[in-house]
């Protein structure tokens, strides 16, 4: 079946520093990838996307490039905020119903 | 943008009561809308999905008696804890997409924090 798997955190980096955080998945077919994030206290924000090997998508900074050779979907941003503290969640589609979530990764952006 | 309301929030209950979580798509017409249970440091699991006018279809694991669903129209789904108890204490979270089967991403509610005593 379908899977993400993410690393684990809590990330801690100071303000201004470089982020990755790796996805890797296993899915049948191509599916569909996203990142979605989760600010303290609220639901998820879709924040960014890639439906096919190569893309890239990219949103607030964020970026990341649909990997089909190495299956990965890492998260980059080159300057982190304070206010990019937050849980970043991985996820596939791959036309079954709905989403695969990865178990979340926890980013702590300190002044 | 297409938005998925969720109500309440927050929600504290005591044991052996039921708590009802509603989802409304305020600005489309939702026919799937998913339920997931999010535990602390967890990712979401997927607890069932429901079209509108069926019967809702519950992952594996998932009491259907205690955890009722119910799809009545395109923009409301309901979700009922029936006689809850504190393991199921958790973060519920409602999503909605216009279409089976579409590719294009989910719309999330913003989750209730379900307490019970």
């Known amino acids: 079946g379908d899977s993400v798997t993410q690393m684990e955190g809590p990330v801690t980096l100071s303000e201004e520093a470089f982020l990755t955080i790796n996805c890797t998945y296993t899915?049948?077919?191509?599916?569909?990838l996203f990142w979605y994030v989760q600010y303290p206290g609220e639901g998820l924000q879709l924040l960014l996307k890639?439906?096919?090997?190569?893309d890239k998508g990219s949103n607030k900074g964020f970026e990341a490039t649909y990997r089909k050779e190495t299956t990965s979907f890492h998260l980059e941003k080159g300057s982190v905020q304070v206010s990019d503290s937050a849980v970043y969640f991985c996820?596939?589609?791959?036309?079954?119903?709905?989403?695969?979530f990865g178990k979340g990764t926890m980013l702590l952006v300190s002044p | 943008g297409a938005v998925v309301s969720q109500h309440p929030s927050r929600v504290i209950c005591k044991s052996g009561t039921s708590v009802k979580i509603e989802c409304r798509s305020l600005?489309?017409?939702?026919?799937?809308m998913f339920w997931y249970r999010q535990f602390p440091k967890q990712s979401l699991m997927l607890m069932a999905t429901?079209?509108?006018?069926?019967?809702?279809?519950?992952e594996q694991g998932v009491e259907k008696d205690k955890f009722l669903i119910n799809h009545a129209s395109l923009t409301l789904s309901t979700l009922t804890v029936t006689s809850a108890h504190p393991e199921d204490s958790s973060f519920y979270i409602c999503?909605?997409?216009?279409?089976?089967?579409?590719?294009?991403?989910?719309?999330f509610g913003n989750g209730t924090r379900l307490t019970v005593t």
């Open positions: 999503s909605a997409r216009t279409r089976a089967n579409d590719n294009s991403p989910l719309h």
């Open positions: 899915a049948t077919g191509y599916p569909s």
């Open positions: 890639a439906t096919k090997a190569d």
């Open positions: 996820a596939l589609y791959s036309g079954y119903s709905t989403l695969t």
């Open positions: 600005d489309f017409q939702a026919t799937t």
């Open positions: 429901s079209n509108e006018g069926s019967k809702a279809t519950y």
